[in-house]
């Protein structure tokens, strides 16, 4: 049997090693048969400050919302989606409400609450009450420690936010490999917007790669250049929400101008990635921006598919668990027709756009 370059998993040594499963250094973790993308650039050259050194070891923690098995919708294949919390933007018709704050909260289902007090007894500081058999949640007493969760036994109280670093997680992530190898998927880091967590992302995309693991990066490029240029060559793929053009119509939908994420789009031209773009089609919001998206896209080269993501609502029970209130809430917003979406691709197609279904 040959010498074969290996990498130590926490301590990142390369090794050329016989028949070894263990690395030499003093931690003496398991190595893996492959190098990853960073064991490619000259290590000797890199700093080695304190934060250097954490980053190295994957210790960086990340929030997250949760972990999604078996996704077919979030890139190539078949793919786990880790959904990070925290996101710059406030998109009116957002269904994703609890990836909104980077910090960590609960949700109140009160609909499927049994009013079994078992929540009451867990918490430490009297946010849940049950009075004349109804249950009280203050949010206001919330420390958010995620202890009531765990004696529900009825769904009813989801934690949102919990914390972990690459390495703990990455033993869940790669549970379907077998899958991701045979259906050509992988796993996709999406939110909230995982570059507000850039560090986490490219501490986590690296020990991916280094396990032979596709992925993808979901992102709507609301972030500082540096945040994105940290998982620039460890993102097999981008997934880009593009909402709208005109930059006045895009702050007053979404919270926030648009031209950052146009110049970050274009980097990711010029550096040559693989970008999937998804629209969401809202009428009565952003449905007449499409000729002005399909006109941009249209001077990219990047951009390897667009879907055509039309609006839905079935997440206002997210947002009454949060206290939250739903911005589309009193605003008519139809859901749009077949036609309605048919014609919004038709758009894109005229400008030579491949549209994926
Ligand atoms: S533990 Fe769950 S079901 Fe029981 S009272 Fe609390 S929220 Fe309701
Ligand atoms: S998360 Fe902790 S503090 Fe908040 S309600 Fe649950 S047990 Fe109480």
Known sequence: MSCRPRYCV???????????SRCACAAGTSISPRFPAWSRTNLSARPKTRQATETENHMTKGTYINIKRFEIHDGDGMRTTLFLKGCP????????????????????????????GRCAAACPTGAHRI????HRFDRAKCIACGKCESVCFSDALIFYGKRATAAELLPKL????????HSGGG???????????ADFCRELLTALHGAGVNTAVDTCLAVPEANLRKVIGLADSFLVDVKAIDSDLHRSL?????????????????LHQRVEIRIPFVPGQNAGEMEKIADFLATLTCVVGV??????NLSGTKYESLDLRYPLAAVDTP???????????DVLAARGIRVLR
């Open 89 to 116: 933007l406030r998109c009116k018709w957002c269904h994703n409400p609890e990836g909104l704050s980077t910090k960590p909260e609960l949700g109140f289902y009160a609909h499927k609450c049994t009013v079994c």
């Open 335 to 345: 859901i749009p027709t077949a036609a309605e979406t048919e014609a919004a691709r």
């Open 10 to 20: 926490r301590r990142r040594h390369i090794r050329r090693t016989m028949r070894r």
């Open 174 to 181: 790669l549970e379907d490999k077998a899958f991701y190898d």
């Open 187 to 197: 796993v996709t880091l999406s939110g909230g917007e995982p570059l507000l967590q």
């Open 131 to 134: 009075v004349d058999g109804v």
């Open 254 to 270: 979404c919270g926030l101008p648009n031209e950052r994420i146009l110049q970050n789009l274009r980097l990711l031209d010029a």
């Open 307 to 312: 879907r055509v993501l039309p609006y839905h």
